[in-house]
T-cell receptor, first 115, second 114 residues
Framework: AQSVTQLGSHVSVSEGALVLLRCNYS??????LFWYVQYPNQGLQLLLK??????LVKGINGFEAEFKKSETSFHLTKPSAHMSDAAEYFC?????????????FGSGTQLTVLP | EAGVAQSPRYKIIEKRQSVAFWCNPI?????LYWYQQILGQGPKLLIQ????????DSQLPKDRFSAERLKGVDSTLKIQPAKLEDSAVYLC????????????FGDGTRLSIL
């Protein structure tokens, strides 16, 4: 069974500072990994995905994530935070469970951007 | 491309009443998912459809929850009777079939049980 751990339920950064949101996964087989963002009263929007091609994945809005198999990590980064980045971020792992491929989400990290 | 459509956006009912949610996936997406998202948590899969067949409903509380996708397009999720702990956002998502395909989410239905 797969699982996802997001370290830090709340992260605060100043505008212009580096954003680092941590995600570690557990999967018995090579996984597909995703980061989603959720703004208040909205659904989840895909930021980026890792599907066993390049280990450094670039996504929308200047975000990127690096897949590190040895550390079972898929941390999300952005060089310079913007006020509009304030939202909740979810890491998710997709792995096969029986006949279905299931998406398992972490508990989320709420990002606050301070002026 | 139109996104995943869900209705209603908000619903308030009393416990023991019934409620239904509707989802229309992105055109051409064969796989449809219903998730429950409790405040402060990540989404939890309730049921997954491939066309009009159920692929996985292992986490669906079948004594009170039911879902259908009769024509392989839109879907309804029903709760009867509702309990206080069912207060959550119910998200619908869809994807094309295939390894590593991302899921696309609707804006969800926020359900409050009084």
């Amino acid at each position: 069974a797969q699982s996802v751990t997001q370290l830090g339920s709340h992260v605060s950064v100043s505008e212009g500072a580096l954003v680092l949101l941590r995600c570690n996964y557990s999967s018995s087989v090579p996984p597909y990994l995703f980061w989603y963002v959720q703004y208040p009263n909205q659904g989840l929007q895909l930021l980026l995905k890792y599907t066993s091609a390049a280990t450094l994945v670039k996504g929308i809005n200047g975000f990127e994530a690096e897949f590190k198999k040895s550390e079972t990590s898929f941390h999300l980064t952005k060089p310079s935070a913007h006020m509009s980045d304030a939202a909740e971020y979810f890491c998710a792992v997709s792995a096969r469970s029986g006949s279905a491929r299931q998406l398992t989400f972490g508990s989320g990290t709420q990002l606050t951007v301070l002026p | 491309e139109a996104g995943v459509a869900q209705s209603p956006r908000y619903k308030i009912i009393e416990k023991r009443q019934s409620v239904a949610f509707w989802c229309n996936p992105i055109s051409g997406h064969a796989t449809l998912y219903w998730y429950q998202q409790i405040l402060g948590q990540g989404p939890k899969l309730l049921i997954q459809f491939q066309n009009n067949g159920v692929v996985d409903d292992s986490q669906l509380p079948k004594d009170r929850f039911s879902a259908e996708r009769l024509k392989g397009v839109d879907s309804t999720l029903k709760i009867q009777p509702a309990k206080l702990e069912d207060s959550a956002v119910y998200l619908c998502a869809s994807s094309v079939t295939g390894e590593g395909q991302p899921q696309h989410f609707g804006d969800g239905t926020r359900l409050s049980i009084l």
